[in-house]
């Protein structure tokens, strides 16, 4: 797939351009993750409980928004703790925390579609950036706590040589069978590095491709395109979710021996005649102690003024039927109608971003007792004369408050 600043989004999304510019408990299922609390892997990083006694404090964000180590003591808590699947959703916003960082030779407008874990002491964060130009890439941020985050570690993915070129919407996360980091982003197609320390940015090892080629079932429904994979695993099978930006939401699958190759069965999961309403950016987690899966995809339409927001469905397993659980502007998983910003509303739009899990396994386990999104967002009276990618794009922490 071409990058963003040259693939066609179509006329709903040029309406969107134009808008822009102007202006909680159950046992779990046969599909549980196994060790979905975040035990410690053998020889690999140790989660859970070690992480909760060790780093309480790590999520202590003051007037940011913090919830006081609450991933740490998820996985703590074992696996049958949890607050069930959430009736509705309300939020509280910061105001921007993350923002670019430009040197010489990375002029930065944005950075976006964000990926954090929390690990040996500290928050990493991969992220889109977008320099002037429209060149796209990708960037790692660290930070010790949400009280740090105005001058954090800031490092240009494409100072590695491995990852020199278009590099986008980064996922991270230990999969512990292997014991080893995975990057998963769009080079095009769906690809992913490896590394044994994610706190090394460059030990990322050259992009590997998940297919020899653009599955037959996107060349047909999908025109080609296929964009923002997100990789989550159950206790037999890892699945790729993605997207086509026309209205459709795809799945393809490997088993866990297999992973990264082998995926294939690459099926359509949901399909929206009104594209903007299945467009883009999902992500898909285990809620913990429920049995259920939580999938969130962006999306836009009238009802929105055509600003983004994020719809939600549940499932009892990942390869199962989704079930509508909030999914319209009004009652959403997130929006400006369920969103309130005690700072100031900084942004018309809740979009592409990622939830603070319970730990940071293939398993992308949430504790529903404590929900954070970390997400983009961008100033609707920031000048722009570059269209989507001149959009001013920073990031924001969402706490639900309900």
């Known amino acids: ?23 909680a408990c159950s046992a779990g299922t046969k599909d549980v993750p196994a060790d979905a609390s975040g035990g410690a892997p053998q ?27 609450a991933a740490g ?15 509705s959703f309300q939020w509280s916003s910061t105001g ?36 002037v130009g429209g060149i796209y890439s990708f960037a790692y941020v660290s930070f010790p706590d949400f009280d740090h985050t105005s001058s954090p570690s800031f490092y240009y993915l494409d100072n590695n040589p491995a990852l020199v070129g278009y590099h986008a919407a980064p996922q991270i996360f230990y ?24 706190g090394n940015p460059g030990g990322w090892t ?7 080629g653009v599955p037959d079932i996107v060349q047909e429904t999908g025109q080609g395109g296929w964009l923002d994979f997100k990789v989550i695993c159950d206790s037999a099978n890892c699945y790729l979710f993605f997207s086509d930006d026309h209205g459709s939401w795809y799945r393809s699958q490997t088993t866990i021996a297999q992973f990264p190759a082998g995926f294939g069965n690459t099926v359509v999961v949901m399909h929206d005649s009104n594209a903007g309403r299945l467009f883009e950016a999902s992500n898909v987690y285990y809620m913990q102690g429920t049995g259920k899966y939580l999938a969130l995809v962006e999306a836009f339409d009238a009802d929105s003024s055509y600003h983004r927001y994020y719809r939600s469905w549940t499932a009892d397993s990942l390869d199962g039927t989704w079930t509508p659980l909030q999914d319209s502007f009004a009652a959403p998983f997130a929006s400006t109608a369920d969103v309130t910003f005690p700072g ?59």
């Open 344 to 402: 100031g509303r900084w942004t018309d739009d809740i979009s592409h971003g990622e939830m603070i899990r319970a730990g940071y396994d293939e398993t992308m386990t949430i504790d529903t007792c404590h929900l954070q999104y970390l997400y983009q967002g961008a100033d609707p009276n920031a000048p722009n004369d570059a269209g989507y990618n001149g959009i001013p794009w920073r990031l924001g922490l969402l706490t639900k408050t309900n």
């Open 206 to 212: 050259a992009p590997a491709s998940f297919f020899s």
């Open 73 to 87: 003591a998820a996985g703590d808590a074992g696996a049958d703790a949890g607050c069930g699947v959430p009736a």
């Open 96 to 131: 921007v925390i993350l923002s670019p960082v430009s040197d010489a030779t990375h002029d930065l407008v944005a950075i976006k579609d964000p990926s954090i874990v929390y690990y040996n002491g500290k928050w990493h964060v991969f992220v889109s950036t977008v320099a």
């Open 1 to 23: 797939m071409l990058p963003r600043s040259t693939r066609v989004l179509g006329d709903a999304v040029s309406v969107l351009l134009a808008v822009l510019a102007a202006g």
């Open 175 to 198: 999969f512990r069978p292997q014991n080893k980091w995975y990057l998963v982003f769009q080079s095009g197609p769906p690809q992913y590095s490896t590394n044994a320390d994610v």
């Open 43 to 69: 020889d690999g990083p140790a989660q859970g409980a070690a992480t909760s006694a060790a780093d309480g404090a790590r999520g202590d964000a003051g007037d940011t928004g913090g919830r006081d180590g």
